[in-house]
């Protein structure tokens, strides 16, 4: 009886330890703040996704008084979008990725339906050989359009969108190896938002690209923050927290002063090119697009 009751005695003793060890451990989790990872951008040389981490972690810096602390933190590897977001929806590795969005995609993730670009993402201004530009400059209508062809990556919604309006499209298996592909002449054309191809051309000026100057193909193309669909406090978080931003204006300070974005509208000269409106096939019903405050108006 008695050795009985000094086991009972060690055994209640061992599991009070191992309890505090335990709350110690949460302890700890919880002083370093809710952890959320995130992608690592794909390209070497790919700075366009500096702007979404930071609004990203403006969100989330938003709603420290309603959620508590957080920690962001970087994947070590470099994923392709669709392997970005299949991480998200079978919970590994990723908890939060940007992208545009599509009927596919809010079917499958969570979507945050902010447009983190203001939808400056279908403003899309062409990268190109610098011996093309005549040939440019020939391009009258859509159908002149259509007899060259672009390229874009394989898993972007944008493949979809660009062939629904009657346009060629050739796909690359990689964000650089597109830029490879340009300069090899297996496209004629690299439609990139008006806030990407500045910096790209840049990057690359080893190959001879320039922007060309006179055309825009203008689409509806949200880009928005996607979580698991189980992940609704982090959906709610960053929803709060971008409306937070929105309100106080801060928002539209990131939008326009970001060094991925600021300088870009006036570069880009929107107001004296000639414009392509096309349709996109893909856009959920749910998009707000009566929302203003949600969009750039040129």
Not at 119 to 132: A, H
Request: glycine share 6%; proline share 4%.
């Amino acid at each position: 009886m008695c050795a009985a009751k000094v086991d009972m005695r060690n055994v209640t003793r061992h599991a009070a330890i191992f309890i505090l060890f335990i709350f110690g451990l949460s302890s700890v989790a919880m002083a370093d703040g809710m952890l959320i990872r995130h992608i690592r951008p794909e390209g070497k040389l790919d700075k366009r996704n500096d702007y979404y981490i930071a609004l990203l972690r403006l969100a989330l810096e938003k709603t420290e008084a309603k959620y508590g602390r957080f920690r962001l933190e970087m994947n070590e590897n470099s994923m392709l979008q669709a392997r970005a977001l299949l991480n998200v929806a079978n919970k590994q590795f990723v908890d939060v990725v940007w992208s545009m969005t599509s009927k596919e995609r809010e079917d499958v993730l969570l979507p945050i339906r902010i447009p983190l670009l203001k939808g400056l993402l279908g403003y899309r201004v062409f990268i190109i050989r610098e011996q093309d530009k005549d040939r440019f400059k020939r391009v009258q209508t859509l159908e002149d359009l259509s007899v060259l062809v672009a390229g874009q990556g394989l898993d972007w919604p944008d493949v979809s969108i660009l062939r629904a309006n009657g346009l060629t499209v050739t796909v690359g298996a990689s964000y650089d190896g597109l830029f490879d592909m340009l300069h090899a002449g297996r496209f004629d054309y690299f439609p990139r938002g008006m806030n990407e191809l500045w910096t790209e051309v840049k990057a690359h000026e080893e190959k001879g690209f320039v922007v060309e100057e006179r055309l825009l193909l203008k689409y509806p193309a949200p880009a928005y923050f996607f979580v698991h669909k189980d992940n609704t406090m982090l959906a709610n978080r960053i929803n709060e927290g971008l409306l937070l931003a929105i309100e106080d204006g801060s928002f539209d300070v990131m939008f326009y002063e970001h060094p991925t974005n600021k300088g870009v509208f006036k570069l880009t000269n929107i107001k004296n090119r000639k414009v392509f409106d096309l349709k996109n096939p893909l856009l959920p019903t749910e998009t707000p697009l009566d929302d203003h405050r949600l969009w750039y108006l040129p």
